[in-house]
């Protein structure tokens, strides 16, 4: 975890702030898509829609993979003083949305194997099939990928919550420093 | 449609009468094609994603002698509405007038006539594919092997969507116009 020199930091990297927005951004983008499309009738639309969907998961996993090694190989700056069990909240809240950033589309991913369509992201590359073609599990990895991804919108909630009484309730630096494009 | 029939009935025919020359002539295949140990279905691409669907209920004859390989006949008639791509809703869809319009017509056929042999097990089938009401001939490339008792004929070839007026325009950019028809077919060998 700790592996670079301790230099005291105080704000994140522009690497950590990009990827934190970036990773943000496609998040909402792909969850409203997963809203949308599952519902529309058979048309070029649902497929379009359906592929645009996958693209964007397959980009977060890439980018959540790169912010993990990022995160094991960049210390971020400490968390402001506060309560320890807000300290333990919030890691747990970090912790959550690591793992649901990934599983989530590895969800989806493996959905859309055993469903016999494989994904090709962005049309070009075709990524392997993460199980064969099977209905039944097909059902399952659906079921799987939407609640996953419910429950990430929950816990994004809470992240959302905890950055904006930092800002307004104790008025401290942690929001306006994943805001701030730094020199490191 | 009668025509249909009749050419079955026919296939049949020759199918009896293959088998009773068999006895003459040695290894052959003929004889109604071992539907669950066959497959047809398709190869089509969505949005540059391949996707293969199989027809469920096919079925048909086949005569086929080594030593003339130029007389081999097949006849193949496929259900259109056992199409499945895995979703209810695109089944449903690909059923309608302006995909198979399988309500019009429900089979499509391939009729091969004479077998070109290439070596190491391999021809090349002459035959017409008839979907929704228009036809093609095709020159069909074709594995044969033995397996298991069986004669199984395999292999794959490109046809055109646009050619049999299968998928209206606004599907143009989605769904790729070349399909890979994907075929195994079995049967039963001569005794």
Do not use: C
Request: net charge positive; proline share 6%; hydrophobic share 50%.
């Amino acid at each position: 975890m700790q592996a670079t020199p301790a230099t005291a930091a105080t704000s994140y990297t522009r690497t950590a702030v990009a990827l934190h927005w970036a990773v943000a951004a496609l998040i909402f983008g792909g969850f409203a898509l997963g809203l949308v499309f599952p519902d529309l009738p058979a048309s070029p639309q649902k497929l379009k829609l359906a592929s645009y969907h996958k693209w964007i998961g397959i980009t977060v996993l890439g980018l959540a993979a790169m912010r993990s090694a990022w995160r094991l190989t960049h210390r971020p700056p400490p968390l402001p003083p506060m309560p320890a069990w807000q300290m333990a909240l919030a890691k747990l809240t970090h912790g959550l949305l690591y793992v649901l950033i990934i599983l989530v589309p590895l969800l989806g991913w493996m959905f859309s194997s055993a469903a016999g369509v494989p994904v090709v992201w962005l049309g070009l590359v075709k990524l392997p099939n993460l199980v064969g073609k099977d209905k039944l599990l097909a059902g399952l990895l659906d079921d799987w990928h939407m609640a996953f991804a419910w429950t990430l919108l929950y816990v994004f909630l809470l992240h959302l919550a905890g950055a904006l009484k930092h800002h307004f309730i104790d008025r401290d630096d942690t929001l306006r420093r994943m805001l701030r494009w730094s020199s490191r | 449609m009668r025509r249909r029939i009749r050419g079955r009935h026919a296939g049949r025919l020759a199918a009896l009468l293959t088998l009773a020359a068999a006895a003459a002539w040695g290894a052959l295949a003929a004889g109604a094609i071992d539907a669950p140990r066959s497959a047809v279905g398709v190869e089509f691409r969505q949005m540059n994603v391949p996707v293969e669907a199989p027809f469920r209920r096919f079925g048909g004859s086949v005569q086929f002698d080594p030593g003339q390989p130029a007389q081999a006949r097949a006849h193949v008639e496929i259900d259109m509405s056992s199409f499945d791509v895995g979703d209810d809703d695109y089944n449903s869809e690909v059923l309608k007038p302006e995909w198979f319009d399988s309500a019009h017509f429900p089979k499509a056929t391939f009729d091969a006539s004479g077998l070109k042999p290439l070596g190491a097990g391999k021809y090349e089938a002459a035959g017409t594919l008839s979907i929704k009401g228009k036809s093609q001939n095709l020159k069909v490339p074709v594995t044969l092997e033995q397996r298991n008792g069986a004669t199984v004929f395999s292999g794959s070839v490109p046809i055109s969507r646009s050619y049999f007026n299968i998928g209206s325009t606004e599907w143009k950019d989605t769904v790729a116009d070349q399909v890979l028809v994907k075929f195994r077919i079995a049967v039963a060998a001569g005794h």
